[in-house]
């Protein structure tokens, strides 16, 4: 399958989805990965709100020290001025990427520091509302599009960091429980234990978790066999584009591979509808969460529709 083939799906499933009812589509910030051809969200955020008509389209997300604050509020204006009320912007700091990458992604940026999240978030800010702190020295810069045209700004985490900055900012708040499970009560905890409410702002908590919904739970297990194998070839070095079951099944694996595969599936809810339900309830009662984010990875495109479609039943 060509990469335009997958690219392709993504918006046949945001189509897909919309239909089902879903609320939003994110598209994720990777970079130099086999497994995922999403280096530019923007750009795809477009093609799929333009094949949409009603479910919010963003970034989960635009990784900002990657990123000129500036362009990432014109090209969000853009869209925001596009898709009117339909668009979110996801930002984080992790890299979506190996450090080499992250480099050649970052070197002809500001040489201020690139980790600094939260003054990148106060650019971002000013240049959507053209407000400055006096003597800034981009405050002659308007952004056109993006000035007066903000979407609504999530911040995005894996760690503490995110949910502090998040409830300081008075800022919804999502959280990958999909690959950093171990922290993700602590960080549901201090995110609204220290939000400061600005304004008319309330928290908004968003946990991301990877499902896979079959018609029963051994489909369900065999399918996930695919994102397994994919899993440890790349903490090998050695990342493939997402292998077929019955690769996965063929596959020799060593101990260590096999540890790594069940150690980061740990927290993948997988199984029927029924048991998908039970556990994804049980993750919003204990985490408090105002709302899932399900992440799907399957090798064959028509099992990862079928499980958007499973989740959809049990929750009707």
């Known amino acids: 399958?060509?990469?335009?083939?997958?690219?392709?799906?993504?918006?046949?499933?945001?189509?897909?989805?919309?239909?089902?009812?879903?609320?939003?589509?994110?598209?994720?910030?990777?970079?130099?990965?086999p497994t995922i051809a999403s280096a530019a969200p923007d750009l795809l955020a477009g093609q799929v709100a333009?094949?949409?008509?009603?479910?919010?389209?963003?970034?989960?997300?635009?990784m900002l020290p990657n990123h000129a604050p500036l362009m990432v509020a014109e090209r969000f204006g853009t869209l925001e001025a596009l898709f009117p009320g339909r668009v979110d912007l996801g930002v984080g700091r992790a890299p979506g990427s190996d450090r080499l990458t992250a480099f050649a992604l970052r070197r002809p940026n500001d040489p201020r520091d690139a980790g600094d999240l939260a003054a990148q978030l106060d650019e971002l800010e000013s240049f959507f509302s053209g407000r400055?702190?006096?003597g800034h020295p981009y405050a002659r810069i308007r952004a056109v599009p993006g000035e007066g045209a903000r979407p609504p700004i999530h911040v995005l985490g894996s760690s503490d960091y995110g949910a502090r900055l998040a409830a300081q900012r008075s800022l919804p708040y999502a959280y990958a429980h999909h690959f950093a499970p171990a922290g993700t009560d602590v960080a549901m905890r201090l995110y609204r234990e220290g939000f400061v409410?600005?304004?008319?702002?309330?928290?908004?908590?968003?946990?991301?978790v990877a499902v896979l919904c079959a018609p029963t739970d051994e489909e369900a297990r065999r399918l996930s066999t695919s994102m397994a194998l994919a899993f440890a070839r790349l903490t090998r070095g050695a990342p493939t584009p997402i292998p077929t079951v019955e690769e996965a099944l063929a596959h020799a694996w060593t101990p260590a591979e096999r540890a790594a595969a069940e150690s980061f599936m740990s927290s993948h809810v997988i199984g029927s509808p029924a048991r998908v339900r039970d556990e994804l309830v049980a993750l919003a009662k204990r985490t408090r969460a105002d709302e899932l984010m399900i992440t799907t990875s399957a090798h064959?495109?028509?099992?990862?529709?079928?499980?958007f479609e499973l989740v959809a039943e049990a929750f009707a």
């Open 50 to 62: 333009a094949a949409t008509s009603r479910i919010r389209v963003g970034s989960g997300g635009i």
């Open 132 to 134: 400055w702190p006096e």
């Open 300 to 307: 064959s495109f028509e099992a990862r529709v079928r499980s």
């Open 197 to 208: 409410g600005a304004g008319d702002a309330t928290p908004h908590a968003i946990v991301a």
């Open 1 to 33: 399958m060509s990469i335009g083939d997958s690219l392709r799906r993504s918006i046949a499933l945001a189509r897909r989805v919309e239909e089902l009812g879903f609320t939003r589509f994110w598209l994720a910030e990777h970079h130099a990965m």
